[in-house]
């Protein structure tokens, strides 16, 4: 539609200049001798340089609206860890941007898109006022220098098949939006669609098959906008957890393979969440949710949590999550986890015209624990072995050649004694729910990790980015997977994660492996 109007305002202007250059020129006709064949042609090249002039104006102007337009306003939908939001829905008036205004955007005042766990498309083809489209596609090859037999990589919540092109995700959907009136649906087809569910131990409780009926929907929610202050959304549904850093969706994130603090820690909440803007450079958001990454509740009580994010300007992004009062182990309705996600970003460099175009940096510091049921946040004692969570992860990432290029290096380390959070290997077809004995989770079971990154990407367009990227992965413990597989012979034997007779699962304490993705997002 703008494109439309763009295009009349052109060829008005050009038939108007027409018309006002043809009067001049009949009435000095009339009033002055005939011009001379040099005093035409310079006549005409004048009008050809105002005409370029004025269309060179059009053009920067269309170039400001479109900057303008970019920012992401939290209003419509919010951008953060682990999340990934569409541009905003398409408006008849202007964005307003100054963070003054006390109706601007919130989070409008300046291009985010270098944040990771945020897209860096600048707009969407064929957005229309009541639906702005998106599609996703991840696609992705990875060379596991173990060669496990069985082409199976465990305790990771990104890549899970080696030696082999695999599609993660195929994601269609995207925001609906009337009258305050709000909707997001985004749908996930491929590997997601299998190992998301996999990784939720509250399906298990109860009827209704809740993996089932959710696997093939990443974010599905409905909400209404209020006009408070900068905006107040309250939406219900599946949506984005945003705990980890790292948006689920790899297009969006500065490396593949996150650390462990993001890998582990939940990508979806199933529930209630109200976002307030009081101010254009801050979003407070209460949650009330069924759990820890559930589709239902693991036992009586549901999780109680919270977000603050911060972004003082252009340069700085600052989040806090909060978790606690979910009971999130199955069948011990006695046990409390509490947990705080908080992470920093910044970028330092920022010279568009220069080789090294941009570069950033992000730290993000993860602690939790549980409480009750025979285990304890503050050390071995009378009610049990300690359990708990402290990691971090740090990347740094710099732009080349006007953002087309750019090279990411980064790592974490995480301790889960207890291991209440380590993702299982899938030994045996084992599953959140089912466990197994070939890598226990009892209370107290050590488990420390660490892992280094090196990331390449080549950004040809704004909605398409080649990935190449290295990785080193290592455990106190064994848990990734050797030559040997994780897959009994013949395939699953027996019930999801039980023993197998004579056999033993291939688990070495560490790994190296090689991914190239191709990512896409309309």
């Known amino acids: 539609?703008?494109?439309?109007?763009?295009?009349?305002?052109?060829?008005?202007?050009?038939?108007?200049?027409?018309?006002?250059?043809?009067?001049?020129?009949?009435?000095?006709?009339?009033?002055?001798?005939?011009?001379?064949?040099?005093?035409?042609?310079?006549?005409?090249?004048?009008?050809?340089?105002?005409?370029?002039?004025?269309?060179?104006?059009?053009?920067?102007q269309i170039v400001e609206l479109k900057r303008a337009n970019s920012a992401q306003p939290e209003t419509h939908h919010i951008t953060t860890a682990k999340a990934s939001a569409p541009p905003p829905a398409v408006s008849e008036e202007p964005v307003i941007t100054d963070p003054s205004n006390p109706k601007s955007e919130p989070f409008a005042f300046a291009d985010f898109t270098w944040l990771t766990g945020n897209a860096r498309t600048m707009d969407t083809p064929y957005a229309t006022k009541f639906f702005t489209p998106e599609i996703r596609t991840d696609t992705n090859y990875t060379y596991?220098?173990?060669?496990?037999?069985?082409?199976?990589?465990?305790?990771?919540?990104?890549?899970?098949?080696?030696?082999?092109?695999?599609?993660?995700?195929?994601?269609?959907?995207?925001?609906?939006?009337?009258?305050?009136?709000?909707?997001?649906?985004?749908?996930?087809?491929?590997?997601?669609?299998?190992?998301?569910?996999?990784?939720?131990?509250?399906?298990?409780?109860?009827?209704?098959?809740?993996?089932?009926?959710?696997?093939?929907?990443?974010?599905?929610?409905?909400?209404?906008?209020?006009?408070?202050?900068?905006?107040?959304?309250?939406?219900?549904?599946?949506?984005?957890?945003?705990?980890?850093?790292?948006?689920?969706?790899?297009f969006d994130n500065w490396a593949y393979q996150p650390s462990y603090v993001s890998s582990n820690t939940p990508w979806f909440f199933n529930g209630v969440r109200v976002q307030w803007f009081p101010?254009?450079?801050?979003?407070?958001?209460?949650?009330?949710?069924?759990?820890?990454?559930?589709?239902?509740?693991?036992?009586?009580?549901?999780?109680?949590?919270?977000?603050?994010?911060?972004?003082?300007?252009?340069?700085?992004?600052?989040?806090?999550?909060?978790?606690?009062?979910?009971?999130?182990?199955?069948?011990?309705?006695?046990?409390?986890?509490?947990?705080?996600?908080?992470?920093?970003?910044?970028?330092?460099?920022?010279?568009?015209?220069?080789?090294?175009?941009?570069?950033?940096?992000?730290?993000?510091?993860?602690?939790?624990?549980?409480?009750?049921?025979?285990?304890?946040?503050?050390?071995?004692?009378?009610?049990?072995?300690?359990?708990?969570?402290?990691?971090?992860?740090?990347?740094?990432?710099?732009?080349?050649?006007?953002?087309?290029?750019?090279?990411?290096?980064?790592?974490?380390?995480?301790?889960?004694p207890g291991r209440y959070l380590v993702l299982l290997p899938p030994i045996n077809g084992a599953t959140a729910a089912s466990g197994t004995p070939y890598f226990t989770e009892n209370p107290g079971d050590p488990f420390k990790a660490w892992d280094t990154s090196v990331t390449a990407d080549y950004m040809p367009s704004q909605y398409f980015t080649y990935r190449f990227e290295y990785n080193h992965r290592a455990a106190n413990v064994p848990y990734f997977t050797g030559p040997g597989g994780v897959t009994p012979p013949g395939g699953n034997t027996g019930a999801p994660g039980s023993v197998v007779p004579g056999w033993t699962p291939d688990l070495r304490n560490s790994e190296n492996r090689i991914t190239v993705a191709f990512l896409l997002k309309f």
């Open 1 to 60: 539609m703008k494109s439309s109007i763009c295009g009349l305002s052109l060829a008005m202007l050009f038939f108007g200049a027409g018309l006002i250059f043809n009067a001049v020129d009949l009435r000095a006709q009339e009033r002055a001798p005939q011009p001379t064949a040099e005093e035409i042609k310079a006549a005409q090249d004048q009008k050809i340089q105002l005409l370029q002039d004025k269309l060179e104006e059009i053009q920067q």
């Open 144 to 250: 596991d220098y173990r060669h496990p037999q069985d082409n199976t990589i465990g305790g990771s919540s990104e890549v899970f098949r080696a030696n082999e092109v695999q599609l993660t995700q195929l994601g269609v959907g995207g925001d609906f939006h009337y009258d305050n009136v709000r909707a997001r649906l985004m749908t996930q087809f491929g590997l997601y669609s299998q190992t998301t569910p996999r990784n939720d131990a509250s399906t298990a409780r109860g009827q209704w098959n809740l993996a089932d009926a959710y696997r093939y929907v990443s974010e599905a929610y409905g909400g209404y906008h209020f006009n408070v202050q900068h905006g107040l959304n309250v939406d219900a549904g599946i949506f984005m957890s945003y705990v980890g850093l790292f948006s689920y969706y790899q």
């Open 279 to 416: 101010t254009a450079k801050l979003k407070i958001e209460p949650w009330f949710i069924n759990g820890w990454q559930s589709y239902g509740r693991f036992n009586n009580r549901p999780g109680l949590g919270g977000q603050i994010l911060w972004r003082p300007n252009g340069n700085w992004s600052i989040v806090g999550n909060q978790y606690g009062y979910g009971e999130d182990a199955l069948g011990i309705p006695t046990r409390t986890r509490y947990h705080t996600d908080d992470s920093v970003q910044y970028k330092y460099y920022d010279r568009p015209t220069s080789f090294i175009s941009k570069a950033a940096a992000t730290l993000t510091g993860d602690a939790g624990c549980e409480s009750g049921g025979g285990v304890s946040c503050f050390g071995n004692g009378k009610t049990g072995p300690k359990q708990s969570f402290l990691g971090f992860m740090a990347y740094n990432r710099v732009w080349f050649d006007h953002d087309r290029y750019a090279l990411t290096l980064g790592g974490g380390k995480i301790n889960n």
